[in-house]
């Protein structure tokens, strides 16, 4: 995705990267807190402890604020679709560690979740590489899934799969904005991880082998959202 005209150019050396780097720190804690439109920019320069006239130096709009973001987003997104499954055949767990790192890259990013549809209005140059993000992450957890078959930790009908890939990429990406949303959620630690596994895994409970289901589950029940 090319932003840096958005940006307002390349870096100036390794200062301005070091601020341009904080600024993008703060502001993405401030989308997720409340998002970005309802979010200034002189909100962002004072919480950053700079003047507008310094924010703009390094980001001439909030939108390209937002694209900044986005490409933070889709470099791990980009480089965990990238790893894949893993080489060899692999135990539960692996694909287990998988998901588990999805599930924080969208936590981490979770404005861009949340706030989709008003991002995409007031950003539409979002909505092609969002588009072809979600593509690249949908043939990664279809390459997972058909390797945990290959592996015997799955037995899924082909005529079932579909429906299966479908289901697995709507709750491995909108977990976090539930657990926000619905339950109040504003830190993640370890438990919420293994319950938003939990519910992935729960799709997958008709299907999984003996040995796979005793490896995916933790002991929480998937239906039961932890407490906040």
Not at 26 to 48: G, H, Y
Not at 73 to 98: C, I, K, N, V
Not at 116 to 125: K, M, Q, T
């Amino acid at each position: 995705m090319m932003i840096e005209s958005a940006m307002g150019g390349a870096m100036g050396g390794p200062k301005r990267g070091r601020t341009r780097e904080r600024i993008l720190d703060l502001t993405l804690a401030l989308f997720n807190d409340r998002s970005p439109e309802r979010v200034t920019t002189a909100e962002i320069a004072r919480t950053a402890g700079i003047n507008e006239g310094n924010l703009y130096y390094h980001f001439r709009t909030k939108e390209s604020l937002v694209l900044a973001l986005f490409a933070r987003f889709e470099d791990e997104a980009g480089a965990l679709a990238d790893r894949g499954a893993p080489p060899s055949p692999g135990e539960a767990r692996t694909y287990g560690e998988f998901l588990a790192s999805w599930f924080a890259i969208v936590w981490r990013y979770r404005f861009l979740f949340r706030d989709l549809l008003a991002l995409a209005a007031e950003s539409p140059s979002l909505v092609e590489p969002i588009r072809a993000l979600s593509g690249r992450m949908r043939v990664a957890v279809e390459a997972l899934v058909r390797r945990m078959m290959a592996d015997g930790l799955v037995v899924i009908p082909e005529e079932d799969l579909p429906a299966i890939l479908a289901n697995v990429w709507i709750v491995s990406t909108y977990w976090a904005v539930y657990l926000s949303l619905q339950e109040g959620v504003d830190r993640l630690d370890d438990t919420h991880l293994g319950w938003g596994l939990n519910q992935v895994s729960s799709l997958f409970r008709p299907y999984l082998t003996p040995s796979a289901r005793d490896a995916l589950f933790s002991a929480s029940e998937p239906g039961d959202p932890p407490a906040v």
